[in-house]
């Protein structure tokens, strides 16, 4: 799927909104938000235009599954944080 151009998160991945990016690869990029509501507040986005997390579901299983991906964590040199229940 295309990026949208009228979509503010398509923008900054395309580079036209600028972004402080802590961490890109081919389907997911993270930046720091520019109204943290915490020390760290990282925003991370997938590198297609989606309505929702369930379009995103619909639309790929792999790019849905990046953030939780092991491999680009270590890579990254990125300390990712989760909240466990």
Partial sequence: ???DPDCI???IIEGVIPADIVF??????????LN?????HVLLIPTVHT??????AKMS????????S?????????KWLSNRL
């Avoid at 943290?36 to 760290?40: E, G, L």
């Avoid at 299983?61 to 939780?68: G, S």
């Fill in 24 to 33: 890109r690869n081919e389907n997911v990029v993270a930046f720091n938000d």
């Fill in 51 to 56: 309505e929702n997390a369930a379009g995103l």
């Fill in 9 to 11: 998160f398509c923008k």
């Fill in 70 to 78: 092991r491999s680009d964590r270590h890579r990254s040199g990125v």
């Fill in 1 to 3: 799927m295309a990026l």
């Fill in 36 to 40: 943290p509501q915490a020390p760290t």
């Fill in 61 to 68: 299983a792999t790019i849905t599954a990046a953030p939780f």
